[in-house]
């Protein structure tokens, strides 16, 4: 299986501020046939369920914010906030689609402080 | 506009087996390139990924689940299923039926999510 490890945890960013989150796999999910990396985040609201955000590392969602944006490719990746809103608080959570089982990293809370 | 809706008993006892349904509307369960599948989250914890179905019949199953698990598709009703067998404690979680972005390939994110149905496995 193809782990995926998030950091941090949990971070806490002034209203306004930038957030930045981490996601790291266990091997490349780097897509040869289109050159795309096989790579999603979600948001999970308390009592939600998980919202796809991004898709192919970069690609936003319709009607999801451009203050959310994601970068990278290969084994490393990152989900931006720009400019943390109050709606943003969640947990954010980095999955790979790139093979079976599809698999998802731990999660990251995000706060204002 | 798409919709998932789960349904089935929140409560199962050890060794049973957990049986859930998710009714589509919105779109039919058949149309190319759609795949569906299970996603289930433990109180306080994150997402794995159960298993994925195409209305064809195809599926594939988390290995680590792949004993017990079993996803059917009722085109009829537009429905799909989820059967999980010899439950235990470690199997209490929120379970979300969810569709997966429309491609040909079962490889691809969630893009549609139900609201997810807790199952408590208890005696």
């Known amino acids: 299986d193809i782990v995926m490890t998030q950091s941090p945890d949990s971070l806490a960013v002034s209203q306004g501020e930038r957030a930045t989150i981490n996601c790291k796999s266990s091997?490349?999910?780097?897509?040869?046939?289109?050159?795309?990396?096989?790579l999603a985040w979600y948001q999970q609201k308390p009592g939600q369920p998980p919202k796809l955000l991004i898709n192919w590392a970069s690609t936003r969602e319709s009607g999801v914010p451009d203050r959310f944006s994601g970068s990278g490719s290969g084994t490393d990746f990152t989900l931006t906030i720009s400019s943390l809103q109050a709606e943003d608080v969640a947990v954010y959570y980095c999955q790979q689609y790139y093979s079976t089982p599809q698999t998802f990293g731990q999660g990251t809370k995000v706060e204002i402080k | 506009q798409l919709q998932l809706q789960e349904s089935g008993p929140g409560l199962v006892k050890p060794s049973e087996t957990l049986s859930l349904t998710c009714t589509v509307s919105g779109v039919s369960i058949s149309s190319s390139f759609y795949y569906w599948g299970w996603v289930r989250q433990p109180p306080g914890k994150g997402l794995e990924w159960i298993g994925t179905i195409y209305d064809s019949g195809s599926t594939y199953y988390n290995w680590s689940l792949k004993s017990r698990v079993t996803i059917s598709v009722d085109t009829s009703k537009n429905q799909f299923s989820l059967k999980l067998s010899s439950v235990t404690a470690a199997d209490t979680a929120v379970y979300y039926c969810a569709r997966l972005q429309p491609a040909a390939t079962p490889t691809m994110p969630f893009d549609y999510w139900g609201q997810g149905t807790l199952v408590t496995v208890s005696s």
């Open positions: 091997q490349s999910v780097l897509y040869s046939s289109n050159n795309k990396n096989s």
